[in-house]
């Protein structure tokens, strides 16, 4: 097959076209960027940039700590870059015209988000994860009725979550703490959480009042949801989930 390549895009110019096109992708990407969770390099001919995930930005590389690092010839990116190509893993991947080296383990998300460069894939596949964590599901911990799915990074409260004789549940993941009888979160600002003793739960009075109390409290799903597309910089020092991910295999087959 003939491969008909572009002119090779000058250095200054690749890396604006590049962020002018990824940037609005990361910011919708929440899931994504949680789950690589750190700066991806991309050296390609003259021009060495990273892709940092937890920013959602793209910039020149400048000495940061890299999870992976591609090399590919500056001619077949710039093909991609003219044909707007939204699979990088088909159009440049299968090639075996590239070099690549990682830190960790193999990092489902970072292929998923080089498959899908268009927001309508992004949007799909963001869809996906969320209704795999849904949390509006309650779960029994101890003598709590808590929401199962931990307000910070999503992780399975029946799993990283135990409750101490106070009522101050910590989830194992990152050590958060919340107090379960107001729901307010011990460790940082926001992230409330969903919770009611379990005699209450039986209470229709108490149950009333319950439900008044996760009324008037945002809940996180609502709370996170006016943080979808925003930049999340506070993100950057966090693990990303993935013992809890590693039960997605993704939306995508890689
Ligand atoms: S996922 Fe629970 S504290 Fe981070």
């Known amino acids: 097959m003939l491969l008909l390549r572009t002119r090779v895009i000058p250095p200054a110019e690749m890396l604006e076209t590049l962020k002018a096109w990824w940037e609005p992708l990361l910011k919708k990407s929440r899931t994504i960027r949680l789950g690589v969770g750190g700066c991806v390099r991309f050296k390609i001919g003259d021009l060495d940039m990273v892709v940092d995930f937890p920013r959602a930005k793209v910039r020149e590389y400048a000495g940061e700590e890299c999870i992976y690092w591609y090399t590919i010839p500056a001619d077949l990116v710039s093909t991609n870059i003219r044909d707007r190509e939204i699979d990088w893993s088909n159009s440049i991947f299968l090639s075996m015209q590239f070099q690549v080296g990682r830190s960790g383990k193999f990092n489902e998300f970072l292929t998923t988000f080089l498959k899908c460069l268009s927001v309508d894939r992004i949007e799909y596949v963001e869809n996906w994860y969320q209704e795999q964590t849904d949390q509006t599901e309650d779960a029994e911990i101890g003598d709590w009725l808590v929401q199962r799915r931990c307000p910070h990074l999503r992780a399975d409260l029946t799993k990283t979550g135990k409750v101490d004789e106070d009522g101050v549940l910590t989830c194992s993941m990152h050590d958060w703490k919340w107090d379960l009888k107001t729901g307010r979160c011990l460790s940082t600002s926001g992230h409330p959480i969903r919770s009611t003793k379990i005699d209450e739960a039986t209470d229709p009075v108490q149950q009333e009042f319950g439900a008044f109390r ?37 939306p995508v087959q890689i």
């Open 214 to 250: 996760s009324a008037i409290r945002p809940s996180s799903r609502s709370a996170e949801g006016s943080e979808r597309g925003a930049d999340l910089p506070q993100l950057s020092d966090t693990a990303a989930p993935e013992a809890e991910y590693a039960v997605n295999q993704g």
